[in-house]
């Protein structure tokens, strides 16, 4: 919620562009990975859900590097929004390298 209130901060021409952009890849994030706890009796479809939530952090990442860049934010907020989505993507790396931990396969998935 911090990058969206922060988002809510840049300047207005920004509005269909970066915003969008950098809120849309933030919602996908949680939305991918409750799409992954839902298919996690699917080993190939759970860590599917995972790797896009992975590429939707590291799409926020880009959208932050975008926004210090253009001075949106200062390298205080950066260093910890960015440090959190790289705490982020390795909680959600371990999951997919340790996914028959997180899995209750099907009978034909075993």
Same mark, same amino acid.
């Given at each position: 919620?911090?990058?969206?209130?922060?988002?809510?901060?840049?300047?207005?021409? !920004?509005?269909? /562009?970066?915003?969008? @952009?950098?809120?849309?890849?933030?919602?996908?994030?949680?939305?991918? *990975?409750? +799409?992954?706890?839902?298919?996690?009796?699917?080993?190939?479809?759970?860590?599917?859900?995972?790797?896009?939530? !992975?590429?939707? /952090?590291?799409?926020? @990442?880009?959208?932050?590097?975008?926004?210090?860049?253009?001075?949106? *934010?200062? +390298?205080?907020?950066?260093?910890?929004?960015?440090?959190?989505?790289?705490?982020?993507?390795?909680?959600?790396?371990?999951?997919?390298?340790?996914?028959?931990?997180?899995?209750?396969?099907?009978?034909?998935?075993?």
């Amino acid at each position: 919620m911090e990058i969206f209130e922060l988002s809510k901060t840049y300047p207005k021409d !920004e509005c269909y /562009s970066l915003i969008d @952009q950098i809120r849309r890849s933030l919602r996908s994030v949680s939305a991918n *990975i409750s +799409e992954a706890w839902g298919k996690r009796k699917y080993g190939k479809s759970f860590v599917a859900k995972l790797t896009d939530s !992975e590429g939707e /952090s590291r799409e926020t @990442q880009t959208g932050l590097e975008f926004s210090l860049a253009c001075k949106y *934010i200062n +390298e205080e907020q950066f260093n910890k929004l960015n440090n959190q989505y790289n705490q982020i993507i390795g909680m959600l790396v371990n999951m997919m390298n340790q996914s028959k931990n997180w899995c209750t396969f099907s009978q034909t998935e075993k």
